[in-house]
């Protein structure tokens, strides 16, 4: 089969690589009809050392069953399924939590053997647990949107959900990619009444506006801090969801919360150590947020794609073929780009 493999920064090829082959009987081989680029992928674009092995890429898709192992009773060939960002077993105590991310038999794409998701073909371990079925068919419209459960919106969602997000709240969403936007979208549709979204690209901040977003900053740091302030009072929103993940984006983030206030964290930090340090424990800020149980919410959301209250999908400004990935990731990289969409 094909697949893209990174290996180094700016480096990722398509090439052939094994095709994938049922290795347990929790496993399943999925057929990839799509698959995103992430932010997540920019970071090791951005700076991975060069290596010889590579990298196989991508972690967001859905497709089509073509082999279920013999103990993945739920799902059979032909059933058109999503993926989480992460595989689990779905059962063990963190999964039961609804903390699949920490599963005790659970892992990432693209390590130790996994295949990626930017290719023909994937072979899924603990497929019983990690897919989800998807009710409609495999040309339906909905797929961009419906392909966002893999990462983007339940990562957007659980950022709310850990900062707390309940009706009548302020929120500041830093960050105007496809997390940010999601994280908007999540926010409006838990009830927040004051949506101030943090980004420089007007074509983004745009959709934001869609998604839900009252107000736009587009200065950052601590400029864009101190227009948060003004913006509520000289105080400061009861909640921040910051979705970029550099230091400087953590700092405009304790600069955007009021005292007692929420700060949830998605943005992957490209950072060892941060501005933790006795203001924000003099302010009684909390800082949460984490990596995004996917699995745990496809369920809740999943609906409201299906009905069409939410389009999660127009995060998606561009589709690729395969082949084309390595343009993908240059557009997405020099911001060209919000989103892509490769297209089997
Ligand atoms: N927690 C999770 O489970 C999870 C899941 C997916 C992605 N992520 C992470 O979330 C972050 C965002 O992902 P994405 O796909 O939206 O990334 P992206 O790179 O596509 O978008 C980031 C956006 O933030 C903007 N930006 C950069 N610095 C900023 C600043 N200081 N203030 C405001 N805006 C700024 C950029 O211009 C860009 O539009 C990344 O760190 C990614 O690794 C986390
Ligand atoms: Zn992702």
Redesign the pocket.
């Known amino acids: 089969m094909r697949a893209a493999v990174m290996y180094g920064a700016g480096d990722v090829r398509v090439q052939d690589r094994p095709d994938p082959k049922i290795h347990n009987p929790t496993d399943a081989v999925v057929r990839v009809l799509m698959a995103a680029i992430?932010?997540?992928d920019?970071?090791p674009y951005a700076s991975m050392p060069a290596t010889d092995q590579g990298r196989p890429m991508g972690h967001e898709f859905l497709g089509v069953i073509e082999e279920a192992g013999s103990q993945v009773s739920r799902l059979k060939a032909g059933d058109l399924v999503i993926t989480p960002?992460t595989w689990c077993d779905n059962t063990c105590d963190f999964c039961r939590k609804g903390l699949q991310?920490s599963c005790r038999h659970g892992g990432r794409y693209g390590f130790n053997g996994v295949d990626g998701g930017q290719g023909e073909a994937v072979r899924v371990p603990q497929a019983q647990g990690t897919l989800v079925k998807l009710p409609v068919a495999a040309d339906s419209p909905l797929l961009p949107s419906l392909l966002t459960l893999s990462?983007?919106l339940c990562?957007g969602h659980?950022?709310a959900v850990k900062a707390g997000v309940t009706r009548g709240d302020t929120v500041t969403v830093?960050?105007?990619?496809?997390?940010?936007?999601s994280a908007v979208l999540a926010a409006h549709r838990l009830g927040a009444e004051q949506i101030i979204l943090?980004?420089?690209?007007a074509d983004?901040t745009d959709l934001g506006r869609d998604f839900g977003a009252t107000d736009i900053v587009a200065e950052?740091?601590d400029e864009?801090a101190e227009k948060i302030r003004e913006l509520t009072g000289g105080d400061g929103t009861d909640k921040v969801i910051e979705?970029?993940?550099?230091k400087?984006?953590l700092e405009?983030a304790f600069g955007s919360v009021i005292d007692g206030g929420v700060v949830s964290r998605?943005?992957?930090p490209?950072y060892g150590e941060g501005p933790i340090g006795p203001a924000v424990l003099l302010r009684n800020i909390t800082l949460t947020?984490?990596?995004?149980p996917?699995r745990a919410y496809i369920g809740e959301l999943m609906p409201d794609i299906l009905d069409g209250t939410i389009e999660p999908g127009r995060v998606f400004d561009r589709t690729v073929s395969l082949d084309q990935v390595p343009d993908g990731y240059r557009a997405?990289a020099n911001?060209e780009a919000?989103?892509i969409l490769v297209r089997n």
Request: glycine residues 28%; contains cysteine.
């Open positions: 992430c932010g997540s920019l970071w960002f991310t990462d983007v990562t659980h950022g830093i960050g105007d990619g496809a997390v940010g936007l943090i980004g420089g690209h983004r950052r740091g864009g979705c970029v993940g550099t400087q984006a405009t998605l943005g992957v490209q947020g984490g990596a995004s996917a997405m911001r919000l989103k």
